[in-house]
Each structure stands twice: as C-alpha cells, then as structure tokens.
C-alpha cells in the first residue's frame, strides 16, 4: 500500500526545483516560453491606461479620430496577447509532454532492473500508479503551474505599481481587503496540501484493487466473491470520493470568499472614488481604470489558487515519483569477466539462500553439472527446486557459497552476458497481448521467418499455427487468453530455442498440461535439450527418466542424486515419490 509523502512543507521548493531539471533537455523552449509569458505580463497595464485616455479625453472633447485611435490600438493589443498565449500555451504543453515521455522512459528502464524481490511486495498498481497519474501531475506542473504562476505574480505586480504611480491613496483602499486575502490563502494551502496527498493515496488504492481484481476474476467467480468484492470496491470507491470532496470544499470556501473581497475592493473604490470625482479631485477615466485594475488584480489572485493546485498535486506526485527512482533495488551488476565460447558447466558450492532473512530456502546445496548434461530437481513443493533456477538466472542473490559457470562465478560475469547464455521456460507462460512473431522474438529484429519456421518445426509448433486464422500474426491477448495452456509452453519452448541458449531451464513445464500435449512437450523437450546443457525443474517423474542425472531435494537439501534406475533401487525419498506417482495414475 502506498505511503503518504513524508514532507511536512506546505510548499517543498527542493522538489520543485527538481521538478524544473527535468526540463533541462528542452531549456530553450522552456526560456522562450518564460519570457513570452514575462512580455505577456507586462502588457496588462495598457488596455485600462487606453480605456481612461478615451473617457478622460476623446470623449469629452469630441475626437472621433482619437476613439477611433484607441479602439484600433485595444483590438492589436487584444490580437498580440491571443498570439502569444497561443505560443505559450502550444510551448509550456509541448515541454509538459517531453518532460512526461522522459520521465516514463527513466522510471520503467529503471524498475526493469529491480531485483525480482521488490515486485514480490510491490502492488501492481502502484507503480501503474507511477507511470501514469503521477507523471501526468509532473507533467501539469509545465504545462499549466509554474509558468502561469509567474506570469500571475509578475501580473499583480504590474497592476499593484501602476496603481500606486497614479493615486497611491486610492489604491491603498482598494488593497484594504488584501490581508484578509492573504490569511485565508495561507489556510487553503495548508489544507490543500492535506486533501492532495489524501487524493493521491487513495488513486493508488484503487488503481491496487482494480488491477488486482481484474487480473484475478477467474478467483473472484470460482469462488463465489463478487458481491463481498464488490462492496470493499465500494468502500474504497467511497473514500476515494470523500478525499476528493475534501479537496473540493477548499476551493468552495476559498473562490467565493476571493469574489466577496473583489467586491469589497470595488465598493471601496467607489466610495472613495465618486466623492473625488464630484470634487474633481480625481476623473471618472481614472477611476474606471482603477476598477478595472482591480478585476485584473482578483483574476490573478483566483488562477493562483488553481496554480497553487497543480503545483502542489505536481510536488506530491514529484516527491513519490522520485523516492521511487532513488530506490536502489537494482541487482548488482559489477561483473567484469569477460566473454568467452561458454560450454555451459554448472557448479553450486555450499550455496545458502533465504527470502527473507535467516530463513533459508537452500542450505548448504552442492551439486556439478557437466556441459552438455541434462539434470533434473525433483521434491515436494517447497524443497527449493525453483529457487536453484532463480539463483543460476541472478533473479535473486544467493547469501553463501558460490555459483559458478565454466569455473567464473555468476556474480563476475554481467547481466546481460549471464543471461544471453540461458534459455528459461517456465510453468507459467507469460504472453503479451501481440502477435505470435512478436511473443517469440520479443521484438528482437535479428530473427527471420525462416528462423521462426524453423523453431516451430522442432518442437512442434507448426500444426497449430497453421491453424489460427492469421497464422504468425495471430495476436494471442492479454497473457495468451486465447492459447491453451500446452500452446502457451510450445511458444516458450520456441522462445528458448531461437536464441540458441548454451543453458537451457525447464521449470515444471509439464505441470499444468493434458496428456497429449505432455506428448508434445516431451518431444519438443528432446530436442531443444540436445547438445547443450539442461535444467529440468520435474513435478512429473515420467518426463526426467532419460535425465542423465536426477537430483532429490527435501526441505532445501540435497538428499539423493543419481539416474532414474540407481535412485530406484534406492529405498529413500524418490522410490517413495515414484510409487506414489504410479498409485495416483492407477486411481485415476
């Protein structure tokens, strides 16, 4: 479950200004960007100075030719300012959008290489989370917050002077009700700040649930659970709207209060202003600027709560965004072996493994594989057979001794060097929603047709998809809906065999099949084994008996090795498996 931020700050300007970095990339436009809205800002004095010039004097003289003068003048202010607000709303969204593609790029290339640990406890949806709702916050703070709330600023700064130049008197009394203004800005932000983190927590929440739920409906229905599933959707859907309305009620209670101090102001003006003009002491133009001015001064002040809002959501979304990418979860890669024609010799030297601390999975396990061997693990669940895979393919990092290949510790030996060399299919086939040359490749443009047919000929692939009605571009759905479960296997065999591993991994890849597709698996199995070195991972005793070697494991241990014929003469633990394999068939 995600974690509310941490920072205290109403307003965090440390998050902020690495919120502004990320634009670094794209500074020219950002620059440019600024300084229209700076121009932008300083243009706003000029429609009630030209206004009061009409009424105070072409009007009372009579000058057609000077209204007309300064009518033509507002109508090109009014079309330079609708030219560069299109420039800048157009550049400040394009940086917005550029800052969004990096970001997301940046967050998923460096989640890709977390240890496989951080996804075990890491909901699903919190990192959709991350990658979408909390980017597209960042996103809001270029394209619609901290530009504008400069030019907001620089806006009430220009209006607030010109007025004090004309009638420093008048103007202190239409900034009379200003303290009262910034009293209750303070307030909205300290109860904003609470809302917005409120929100985005429960986003979260939902987003968990609902993917979650989606993912496992099979569960839900199977079970009977989609009423009680229902109603803890609902619960969280409730919260989700009360954190929402929390945020909402702020700003019912801040614009209204902003519109009752405008009017204040202008009763003000009025007041003072109307006697000024009965004495002359001041003109009616002057005193329709002021109340212009005065509009001008509240616009800004009620968009600056707005942008006040985008930059605060931005900062939370920023403050989760970046604790993700400071998490150091990525698996060491400090290998400095170099490459070499890998014959594929496996060794595990009193290796010691735990999930969690101290309670070790794997304890004190030796074992050597010759090249070219086919060894399979056999034992209850449990006893560790999928972990000697995961430790071997580097998802997870062994605590003692020391696994070797061809005599180089894995640890020596980079990543993506490691794992070029290793071929894995696992029980639980995992397709992406794409077509079939796309799942078998992975988009690895190296590969040919002509390679494709090849390994659908050799474990046996070709027949059904000769059958799918678009053949090779078949798209097989979200996680292969459309295959059966021993179609699923022979495309992971297909993975496995294209890139020519000198490694290859089976784990439990006969486990959850029918018997003719088992007859199918074993086939493609002893061909895609040949000539190179093999890990089974067996819940099926039929399919190892040709292993060259079988290794018993119990409770993390090694107990027994030996073949198929020598472990059953043996009276232990595989004899024991082995008869009760045959009862479970004779029962069926």
């Not at 206004?51 to 000077?66: C, Q, T, W």
């Not at 009763?267 to 002491?281: P, T, V």
Request: neutral net charge; charged residues 20%.
């Amino acid at each position: 479950m995600s974690q509310p931020t941490s920072s205290t700050k109403i307003f965090d300007h440390r998050i902020l200004v690495r919120i502004l970095a990320q634009a670094r990339p794209y500074r020219m436009r950002f620059i440019r960007t600024g300084a229209m809205v700076v121009l932008l800002s300083g243009l706003v004095w000029i429609r009630p100075a030209l206004i009061r010039e009409a009424v105070d004097v072409a009007m009372p003289s009579g000058d057609l030719k000077g209204l007309l003068n300064i009518f033509l003048a507002v109508v090109a202010l009014l079309v330079v300012e609708a030219v560069l607000q299109y420039r800048v709303t157009y550049l400040a969204n394009w940086v917005a959008q550029s800052v969004s593609l990096d970001l997301r790029a940046k967050l998923f290339s460096h989640i890709a290489r977390f240890r496989l640990r951080y996804f075990d406890k890491t909901p699903v949806g919190t990192l959709v989370t991350r990658h979408v709702s909390d980017v597209d916050g960042i996103a809001n703070v270029f394209s619609n917050g901290i530009l504008n709330a400069i030019g907001d600023l620089l806006s009430l700064f220009v209006v607030i002077g010109t007025m004090f130049y004309i009638d420093w008197k008048l103007t202190l009394f239409a900034l009379a009700p200003i303290p009262v203004l910034l009293v209750a800005t303070r307030i909205f932000q300290k109860v904003i700040k609470k809302a917005f983190v409120d929100v985005r927590n429960q986003v979260s929440r939902m987003n968990e649930f609902v993917q979650e739920h989606v993912t496992g409906m099979h569960i839900v229905q199977v079970f009977n659970r989609e009423k009680r599933e229902s109603q803890k959707f609902s619960e969280i859907n409730a919260e989700h709207r009360e954190a929402n309305i929390r945020s909402i009620w702020a700003f019912s209670v801040f614009f209204p209060l902003v519109e009752m101090l405008s009017a204040t102001s202008v009763a003000l003006l009025l007041w003072w202003g109307l006697s000024d003009a009965m004495e002359e002491r001041l003109t009616l133009g002057i005193l329709l600027q002021f109340i212009l001015y005065v509009f001008m001064l509240y616009r800004p002040i009620r968009q600056l709560a707005d942008r006040f809002n985008v930059l605060q959501m931005g900062i939370v979304n920023s403050d989760r965004v970046f604790k993700l990418l400071a998490q150091d979860e990525r698996i060491p890669d400090e290998g400095s072996a170099k490459e070499w024609e890998l014959k594929g010799e496996i060794r595990f030297d009193s290796v010691w493994f735990a999930y969690e601390e101290e309670q070790w999975v794997l304890e004190d396990v030796s074992f050597h594989i010759p090249a070219g061997e086919m060894v399979a693990f056999v034992g209850a669940t449990g006893a560790g057979k999928s972990t000697i895979v995961n430790l071997l393919t580097r998802f997870y990092t062994h605590q003692k001794g020391t696994i070797t290949i061809d005599g180089v510790d894995i640890c020596d030996i980079p990543l993506s060097n490691l794992r070029k060399h290793i071929g894995v299919v696992l029980q639980d086939v995992f397709l992406f929603s794409d077509n079939l040359i796309n799942n078998v490749t992975l988009h690895d443009k190296r590969f040919t047709q002509a390679q494709l047919d090849e390994a659908a000929q050799v474990v046996g692939a070709q027949d059904f998809i000769a059958q799918l009605p678009e053949g090779w571009n078949q798209n097989v759905r979200e996680r292969g809906a459309m295959m059966s479960v021993g179609q699923r296997q022979l495309i992971a065999f297909m993975r496995a065999y294209i890139v020519a591993p000198e490694i290859l991994i089976l784990d439990e890849a006969t486990s959850s099949i029918d018997s003719e597709s088992e007859l199918l698996i074993q086939r493609a199995t002893e061909r895609v084994t040949k000539g190179r070195t093999s890990l089974i991972v067996a819940h099926r005793l039929s399919t190892i008996r040709e292993a060259d070697r079988i290794i018993v494991l119990d409770a993390g241990r090694v107990i027994q090795q030996g073949t198929h014929a020598e472990l059953l003469k043996q009276e232990g633990a595989y004899s024991a498996l082995n008869r009760l394999q045959h009862l479970d068939v004779r029962q069926d």
